[in-house]
């Protein structure tokens, strides 16, 4: 009977916070992030996180998506202006950092946005963006150790670099190691909270064995 | 259970789709042109939309009511409307109006490469390039020389631009004068400058029409300017018959500081008995070079940086005497040089900033030119001609100084500059023991505004006063450029500029009545920009007036013109892997300066010049391949004997056209703990026979070619860092 009323609820609790349109909001971006197939539809889902964020004002959140989701743009169009996709991205992070100060996923992202711009010109920009990424990475792994994508993503930058300046596949395969027992015990603080990654972290460690 | 949520909240969330009201329209700039991609939001709500291709937006909201509508982009200022919404669709059109900002806007570029760290801009010139540059053995002079508006002058050092002598150009590291940028000259052999590519991280090579903060150059500035903290501790060594090399870089923890220290040695006695030169070496070139730096950054977001370097060199040659091949002429060469540069700058707030420099640096040479007899004896010929070329020059020269250059924001990112520079010259002479000494205080104010009156037209306008106390002379030197936008990456330009500079301390020596020479510059040029590749060309006019003339008299009567156009070509993109550039300039100058009896194309100005560059580093093998080729057309030059009241050309004629092809290979390893690159280098790969000029007896019956001392020069060595990279430890410890 206790037990019953426990879970009648917290059922009722949860109906009442998932009710919550903020909530719905995020699960509809999600959605919409999840089923984008072209890159109208995935500026689409950029939009409408910041949107979201713009209305929320302390939710740090669907600016992380937003940035997140405009940052994949990059991917879907050969064509895409990497430099522009990556300072909109960096805007919007800008604003979730605001409000979520010295977050490892907001370092996560920030590193791939500094690749991103220096694999415009990799040669003349290893040494600006580069190091950018390499620093982002460091305070990402220092804000919070247990997060998976810091290393995951630091292997894969150092996956692509020459075994000359320090990377090469042998590196990178000690960091998607790490990754991979980490993201086996990894929970999202949240539904909505990052949790990405684990499947392209495999992938990367399998093309290191 | 997760996944149960998020459908659930899915349903729930349609459930609102009744009641809503469509919301579309455009969305367009300020000059009717669509702009696709902003974003359009019922302000306070989730509410929204984006404008697609065509410009347009549509989306449908539950909001009621009066309402705030925003649509925003990227670089535009965010534009309201108020609305009331009811049950009706709602037909709204935008106009947003760009924001002028540094990314978008044009930038003043007519005269100048700037390259560096400005991460966004097409880079021109990084330390990777100047280092990757065939047969440019990492000398930043060499790698300028195949930008458009140099030419290829082998004879002597400098960068000779537009029509203008070496000395027209002057180096400038953090807004300072640099005295002795390269080794001290030895006749026909151009020597290297004395500054390591990798003490930079960007290099402005402006070719006329530049900032009211450099004066006293005619023809070229050099801007360099130094790192910030390097980005991690380091010790390096660097091995190769013709030097050893040791160095040690240390940055603070917090990386607010770093100081450094680096010592070379370089001596070719081991190249040269392998590879035979053209002249007699009775001392071979022998270098030490010694250079310390620190740099702390300020509380504020400033940078107090220090670099000093301290060399001394010697060499002797001798080649045989061109009066008469019975005697040789055996040249003695001893220097030290000790530089120093202190810089602050420093954000002052409210829009403030600060840039100050100070300077020191003082040169001593110690010259020789004996006549020697076939038994390397000094010998007296008994003939004036050929005993008055023996002699003995000490110099010295100091130069001290003080730059202060304040910056203030004005609306928008428009900026106002001024500031001012104080430079005391010191130089002390003995020529075969009869002193002389020159001092100069010299002190210039400057003021300049960059002018940004939409995102696609700027305007640098600025001013220089300069007094010299030596020549006792003051002088006004307005400069002015603008800049617009064509279009995407694409934009034209145009400068106009007053340049002065005191005549040479040779000249100054015999009589300090002289006035400032001048040349006036017209530039006009079109550049295209993408990131991956740039087209630039430029067109020029430059008068000069007030040029040294030393006969009939020492005084300014000179004159000359020079003008011409250039192209270049920089391209990252067309072939994956292969970076290329290609630079062509066309000059037509005339001078009547020195003894020239009347206007003649100076001895040092080729009509055509082109080069191109090629690099390519296969990741593969680790191994980067870099090729230059440089082409220039014959030089004039003359042979000038006074006769009666002028000189007469009693010869003349054009050289060779020159030729040169650069290799240079570069192969990155780890050795251990070290990463080592491995570098292989051959100047005129083949062989090309090139000729700088003639030099004539002094009866002028004997002429004889000035060549390189050796045809190509080849060069092999590795250098090691062991990087103690901090943040490395770091991660280790977490893993």
């Given at each position: 009977m206790k037990h019953l009323l426990v879970i009648i609820s917290m059922f009722f609790a949860g109906m009442a916070m998932s009710q919550s349109k903020y909530e719905a909001a995020m699960a509809r971006g999600l959605e919409q992030f999840k089923s984008a197939k072209t890159v109208e539809d995935m500026t689409a889902a950029s939009a409408f996180f910041e949107r979201v964020g713009d209305a929320e004002k302390d939710k740090w959140l669907p600016y992380y998506y937003a940035a997140y989701t405009n940052y994949v743009t990059a991917w879907m169009?050969?064509?895409?202006?990497k430099d522009k996709v990556a300072v909109k991205s960096n805007d919007l992070i800008t604003k979730a950092e605001a409000l979520e100060p010295n977050n490892s996923e907001l370092f996560c992202l920030r590193q791939m946005t500094a690749t991103l711009q220096m694999l415009?010109?990799?040669?003349?920009r290893f040494q600006s963006y580069g190091v950018e990424a390499s620093n982002a990475v460091e305070k990402a792994i220092k804000a919070?150790?247990?997060?998976?994508r810091s290393y995951y993503l630091k292997g894969q930058n150092l996956m692509n670099t020459p075994e000359a300046y320090g990377g090469g596949k042998a590196v990178a395969k000690k960091l998607f190691e790490k990754a991979a027992e980490l993201y086996k015990t990894f929970q999202p603080a949240?539904?909505?909270?990052p949790n990405w990654g684990k499947e392209e972290n495999e992938k990367l460690l399998a093309a290191c064995q | 259970m997760k996944k149960l949520t998020i459908l659930l909240l899915i349903v729930f969330a349609a459930g609102?789709?009744?009641?809503q009201t469509k919301i579309a329209g455009t969305v367009k700039d300020n000059r009717g042109h669509i702009v696709a991609g902003a974003s359009i939001q019922v302000k306070g709500s989730y509410d929204g939309g984006v404008s697609d291709s065509t410009g347009h937006f549509s989306f449908k909201t539950f909001e009621k009511g009066v309402q705030i509508i925003t649509a925003s982009n990227v670089g535009y200022k965010t534009v309201e409307q108020n609305v009331t919404i009811g049950a009706d669709a709602l037909e709204l059109a935008f106009a947003i109006k760009e924001e002028i900002s540094e990314l978008k806007a044009v930038t003043v570029t007519a005269g100048s490469f700037e390259a560096g760290?400005?991460?966004?801009?097409?880079?021109?010139?990084?330390s990777l390039d100047v280092v990757t540059t065939?047969?440019?053995?990492?000398?930043i002079t060499a790698v300028v020389?195949?930008?458009?508006?140099?030419q290829q002058v082998g004879?002597?050092?400098?960068l000779f631009v537009?029509?203008?002598?070496?000395?027209e150009t002057k180096q400038f590291i953090d807004g300072t004068l640099v005295?002795?940028?390269?080794?001290s000259s030895v006749p026909d052999l151009a020597q290297r400058g004395?500054?390591?590519?990798?003490?930079?991280k960007g290099t402005v090579f402006s070719?006329?029409?530049?900032?009211?903060?450099?004066?006293?150059?005619l023809s070229s500035a050099l801007i360099l300017e130094s790192v910030d903290i390097p980005e991690r501790s380091e010790a390096s060594a660097s091995i190769s018959p013709i030097f050893l090399g040791a160095g040690l870089q240390e940055v603070a923890k917090d990386k607010k500081s770093s100081w450094g220290m680096q010592y070379n040695y370089t001596n070719v006695a081991a190249y040269f008995s392998l590879v035979p030169q053209s002249v007699d070496y009775f001392k071979v070139p022998e270098y030490h070079a010694a250079d310390a730096n620190f740099r702390i950054k300020t509380k504020k977001g400033g940078i107090i940086k220090y670099y000093t370097t301290f060399s001394a060199n010697q060499l002797g040659i001798r080649r045989p005497n061109i009066d008469d091949p019975n005697y040789k002429n055996a040249f003695g060469l001893k220097n030290t040089n000790w530089y120093n540069n202190l810089s602050w700058r420093e954000n002052?707030?409210?829009?403030w900033k600060m840039n100050l420099g100070l300077g020191y640096s003082t040169d001593h040479n110690d010259i020789t030119n004996q006549i020697e007899n076939q038994n390397n004896l000094p010998v007296t010929t008994g003939r004036v001609w050929i005993d008055s070329t023996n002699f003995m020059l000490t110099t010295r020269a100091d130069l001290s100084q003080f730059k202060a250059v304040f910056d203030k924001r004005l609306s928008g990112i428009s900026v106002i500059r001024f500031g001012g520079e104080y430079l005391y010259s010191y130089n002390k002479n003995a020529y075969n023991n009869y002193p002389s000494k020159l001092v100069d205080h010299f002190k210039a104010l400057f003021s300049e505004a960059d002018l940004y009156i939409t995102n696609d037209l700027a305007a640098k306008i600025g001013a220089r006063f300069e007094q010299s106390s030596l020549i006792n002379k003051a002088n006004i030197a307005p400069r002015l450029s603008l800049a617009y936008k064509t279009g995407v990456g694409g934009q034209m330009s145009i400068a106009f500029g007053t340049f002065y500079q005191k005549p040479e301390n040779t000249y100054l020596t015999a009589t300090t009545n002289f006035g400032y020479t001048k040349a006036t510059h017209y530039i006009i040029n079109y550049i295209k920009n993408t990131t991956l590749q740039t087209f630039r060309v430029e067109a020029f006019y430059k008068k000069y007036e007030d040029l040294v003339k030393t006969?009939?008299?020492?005084?300014?009567?000179g004159s000359g013109y020079a003008k011409g156009i250039e192209l270049y070509w920089r391209d990252k993109?067309?072939?994956?892997?292969l970076d290329y550039w290609i630079s062509y300039s066309y000059l037509d100058t005339k001078r009547d300066y020195l003894?020239?009896?009347?206007?003649l194309q100076p001895?040092?100005?080729?009509d055509h010049t082109a080069s191109l560059v090629m690099k390519r580093f296969i990741p593969k093998i680790n191994t980067g391949f870099n090729f230059t080729y440089t082409y220039a057309t014959g030089r004039p030059y003359y042979n000038l004997i006074k006769n009666g009241s002028k000189y007469d050309i009693a010869d003349q004629g054009k050289t060779i056209n020159y030729n040169s092809l650069g290799f240079s290979m570069n192969y990155l390893a780890s050795l251990g703990k070290a990463y080592a690159v491995f570098v292989a280098s051959v100047t005129n790969v083949f062989n090309s026979n090139q000729i700088f000029g003639y030099n004539y007896s002094h009866d002028g019956l004997r002429k004889e070619s000035i060549t390189p001392a050796a045809p190509r020069f080849i060069f092999l060595g590795c250098f090691l860092s062991w990087g103690v990279d901090r943040r490395q430890d770091a991660i280790n410890n977490n893993l």
């Amino acid at each position: 009977m206790k037990h019953l009323l426990v879970i009648i609820s917290m059922f009722f609790a949860g109906m009442a916070m998932s009710q919550s349109k903020y909530e719905a909001a995020m699960a509809r971006g999600l959605e919409q992030f999840k089923s984008a197939k072209t890159v109208e539809d995935m500026t689409a889902a950029s939009a409408f996180f910041e949107r979201v964020g713009d209305a929320e004002k302390d939710k740090w959140l669907p600016y992380y998506y937003a940035a997140y989701t405009n940052y994949v743009t990059a991917w879907m169009n050969q064509k895409a202006d990497k430099d522009k996709v990556a300072v909109k991205s960096n805007d919007l992070i800008t604003k979730a950092e605001a409000l979520e100060p010295n977050n490892s996923e907001l370092f996560c992202l920030r590193q791939m946005t500094a690749t991103l711009q220096m694999l415009v010109d990799p040669m003349s920009r290893f040494q600006s963006y580069g190091v950018e990424a390499s620093n982002a990475v460091e305070k990402a792994i220092k804000a919070d150790p247990g997060n998976p994508r810091s290393y995951y993503l630091k292997g894969q930058n150092l996956m692509n670099t020459p075994e000359a300046y320090g990377g090469g596949k042998a590196v990178a395969k000690k960091l998607f190691e790490k990754a991979a027992e980490l993201y086996k015990t990894f929970q999202p603080a949240s539904p909505f909270h990052p949790n990405w990654g684990k499947e392209e972290n495999e992938k990367l460690l399998a093309a290191c064995q | 259970m997760k996944k149960l949520t998020i459908l659930l909240l899915i349903v729930f969330a349609a459930g609102w789709v009744n009641a809503q009201t469509k919301i579309a329209g455009t969305v367009k700039d300020n000059r009717g042109h669509i702009v696709a991609g902003a974003s359009i939001q019922v302000k306070g709500s989730y509410d929204g939309g984006v404008s697609d291709s065509t410009g347009h937006f549509s989306f449908k909201t539950f909001e009621k009511g009066v309402q705030i509508i925003t649509a925003s982009n990227v670089g535009y200022k965010t534009v309201e409307q108020n609305v009331t919404i009811g049950a009706d669709a709602l037909e709204l059109a935008f106009a947003i109006k760009e924001e002028i900002s540094e990314l978008k806007a044009v930038t003043v570029t007519a005269g100048s490469f700037e390259a560096g760290d400005k991460k966004r801009a097409a880079t021109v010139l990084s330390s990777l390039d100047v280092v990757t540059t065939g047969g440019a053995n990492a000398d930043i002079t060499a790698v300028v020389k195949t930008l458009p508006g140099a030419q290829q002058v082998g004879e002597q050092e400098g960068l000779f631009v537009r029509g203008g002598a070496g000395y027209e150009t002057k180096q400038f590291i953090d807004g300072t004068l640099v005295n002795n940028p390269y080794f001290s000259s030895v006749p026909d052999l151009a020597q290297r400058g004395r500054f390591s590519p990798f003490l930079f991280k960007g290099t402005v090579f402006s070719t006329g029409g530049y900032s009211a903060l450099y004066g006293q150059a005619l023809s070229s500035a050099l801007i360099l300017e130094s790192v910030d903290i390097p980005e991690r501790s380091e010790a390096s060594a660097s091995i190769s018959p013709i030097f050893l090399g040791a160095g040690l870089q240390e940055v603070a923890k917090d990386k607010k500081s770093s100081w450094g220290m680096q010592y070379n040695y370089t001596n070719v006695a081991a190249y040269f008995s392998l590879v035979p030169q053209s002249v007699d070496y009775f001392k071979v070139p022998e270098y030490h070079a010694a250079d310390a730096n620190f740099r702390i950054k300020t509380k504020k977001g400033g940078i107090i940086k220090y670099y000093t370097t301290f060399s001394a060199n010697q060499l002797g040659i001798r080649r045989p005497n061109i009066d008469d091949p019975n005697y040789k002429n055996a040249f003695g060469l001893k220097n030290t040089n000790w530089y120093n540069n202190l810089s602050w700058r420093e954000n002052l707030g409210h829009g403030w900033k600060m840039n100050l420099g100070l300077g020191y640096s003082t040169d001593h040479n110690d010259i020789t030119n004996q006549i020697e007899n076939q038994n390397n004896l000094p010998v007296t010929t008994g003939r004036v001609w050929i005993d008055s070329t023996n002699f003995m020059l000490t110099t010295r020269a100091d130069l001290s100084q003080f730059k202060a250059v304040f910056d203030k924001r004005l609306s928008g990112i428009s900026v106002i500059r001024f500031g001012g520079e104080y430079l005391y010259s010191y130089n002390k002479n003995a020529y075969n023991n009869y002193p002389s000494k020159l001092v100069d205080h010299f002190k210039a104010l400057f003021s300049e505004a960059d002018l940004y009156i939409t995102n696609d037209l700027a305007a640098k306008i600025g001013a220089r006063f300069e007094q010299s106390s030596l020549i006792n002379k003051a002088n006004i030197a307005p400069r002015l450029s603008l800049a617009y936008k064509t279009g995407v990456g694409g934009q034209m330009s145009i400068a106009f500029g007053t340049f002065y500079q005191k005549p040479e301390n040779t000249y100054l020596t015999a009589t300090t009545n002289f006035g400032y020479t001048k040349a006036t510059h017209y530039i006009i040029n079109y550049i295209k920009n993408t990131t991956l590749q740039t087209f630039r060309v430029e067109a020029f006019y430059k008068k000069y007036e007030d040029l040294v003339k030393t006969y009939p008299a020492y005084n300014n009567s000179g004159s000359g013109y020079a003008k011409g156009i250039e192209l270049y070509w920089r391209d990252k993109k067309s072939i994956q892997g292969l970076d290329y550039w290609i630079s062509y300039s066309y000059l037509d100058t005339k001078r009547d300066y020195l003894n020239y009896p009347n206007q003649l194309q100076p001895n040092f100005a080729a009509d055509h010049t082109a080069s191109l560059v090629m690099k390519r580093f296969i990741p593969k093998i680790n191994t980067g391949f870099n090729f230059t080729y440089t082409y220039a057309t014959g030089r004039p030059y003359y042979n000038l004997i006074k006769n009666g009241s002028k000189y007469d050309i009693a010869d003349q004629g054009k050289t060779i056209n020159y030729n040169s092809l650069g290799f240079s290979m570069n192969y990155l390893a780890s050795l251990g703990k070290a990463y080592a690159v491995f570098v292989a280098s051959v100047t005129n790969v083949f062989n090309s026979n090139q000729i700088f000029g003639y030099n004539y007896s002094h009866d002028g019956l004997r002429k004889e070619s000035i060549t390189p001392a050796a045809p190509r020069f080849i060069f092999l060595g590795c250098f090691l860092s062991w990087g103690v990279d901090r943040r490395q430890d770091a991660i280790n410890n977490n893993l």
